[in-house]
């Protein structure tokens, strides 16, 4: 092998080690953004999901002209509270699993 490729081989495999080097760092740096992203991701799939079943949005609006507001207001806090449970189970159970 000529010496000028030599070089240049050994010039890519540094290259090379330097961007794997660098990718890493990076995904190291960008961490902490990903579960920002991954709520952001839920709440466009959460509305993306409202826009496909738009009868479920006019139901909820006709039960709660139909109820009380006080009611609604109780019912909207108990849903919401089994809401975060099952948020909280659900990530245990991918940290465990």
């Known amino acids: 092998m000529n010496s000028k490729l030599l070089e240049l081989a ?4 540094a290259l090379q080690a330097r961007i794997d080097e660098q990718r890493r760092t990076l ?6 953004l990903q579960a920002a992203f991954a709520k952001g991701d839920a709440v ?9 079943h738009p009868g479920v949005v006019g139901a ?4 709660a002209a ?6 609604v207001w109780r019912w909207g806090r108990r849903g919401f509270l089994a809401w ?14």
């Open 44 to 52: 466009v799939d959460g509305v993306d999901w409202l826009k496909q």
């Open 60 to 63: 909820l609006v006709a039960v």
């Open 66 to 71: 139909i109820l009380r507001p006080k009611r």
């Open 27 to 32: 995904a190291r740096h960008t961490q902490p």
């Open 84 to 97: 975060q449970g099952w948020q909280a189970i659900r990530k245990k159970l991918q940290i465990s699993g």
């Open 10 to 13: 050994t010039r890519h495999g």
